[in-house]
């Protein structure tokens, strides 16, 4: 199963809290889809597989936890987050959604999106969700937006330097 790279990344980067699940909006059993053995890209969102032009290596079956339920079980249980990325194929919005953002508030989140053109972007369900948080798309790479909490103060104030 997945065990032999969360097993090399504790070897890698022993300094990292590492968890063997499938994050999403509610616990739950699944189906993994694997594209390789030793491969990173996996996902289980079926219709997201389904549209990928690699081949399925193969399917097994996962629990599920929330973002939320990760983060109380480590050692960041109730510290505020810096940067938050979440980049999980076709899973991004329902992983977000997991996060109580009122108690993490995290500074900066960058978050896989696919859409290409600004009015796409501002009319979907990751963007609606943020800007009600209180969050403003600060900058959009390729397939990344990235926002910012503007009350948190983690970037410099550009017109006052």
Same mark, same amino acid.
């Given at each position: 199963?997945?065990?032999?790279?969360?097993?090399? !990344?504790?070897?890698?980067?022993?300094?990292? @809290?590492?968890?063997?699940?499938?994050?999403?909006?509610?616990?739950?059993? &699944?189906?993994?889809?694997?594209?390789?053995? !030793? $491969?990173? $890209?996996? %996902?289980?969102?079926? $219709?997201?597989?389904? #549209? &990928?032009?690699?081949?399925? !290596?193969?399917? /097994?079956?996962?629990? %599920?936890? %929330?973002?939320?339920?990760?983060?109380?079980?480590?050692?960041?249980? $109730?510290? /505020?987050?810096?940067?938050?990325?979440?980049? &999980?194929? *076709?899973?991004?919005?329902?992983?977000?959604?997991?996060?109580?953002?009122? %108690?993490?508030?995290?500074?900066?989140?960058?978050?896989?999106? @696919? @859409?290409?053109?600004?009015?796409?972007?501002?009319?979907?369900?990751?963007?609606?969700?943020?800007? #009600?948080? *209180?969050?403003?798309?600060?900058?959009?790479?390729?397939?990344?937006?990235? !926002?910012?909490?503007?009350?948190?103060?983690?970037?410099?104030?550009?017109?006052?330097?």
């Amino acid at each position: 199963m997945e065990e032999d790279k969360v097993s090399l !990344f504790n070897i890698v980067r022993p300094l990292d @809290h590492n968890v063997l699940c499938a994050v999403s909006d509610k616990q739950e059993e &699944v189906t993994l889809y694997r594209y390789s053995k !030793f $491969g990173v $890209g996996s %996902t289980i969102d079926a $219709g997201y597989a389904a #549209n &990928v032009s690699e081949k399925v !290596f193969d399917k /097994q079956s996962i629990q %599920t936890k %929330t973002l939320n339920q990760i983060i109380e079980e480590s050692p960041y249980k $109730g510290k /505020q987050i810096d940067v938050l990325s979440i980049d &999980v194929e *076709g899973m991004d919005f329902k992983v977000l959604n997991s996060l109580d953002i009122e %108690t993490y508030r995290p500074k900066i989140i960058i978050i896989e999106d @696919h @859409h290409r053109a600004i009015d796409e972007i501002i009319e979907n369900n990751i963007f609606q969700l943020l800007k #009600n948080k *209180g969050y403003v798309l600060r900058s959009w790479t390729f397939y990344s937006l990235i !926002f910012v909490f503007p009350k948190s103060e983690i970037l410099k104030d550009r017109e006052n330097l």
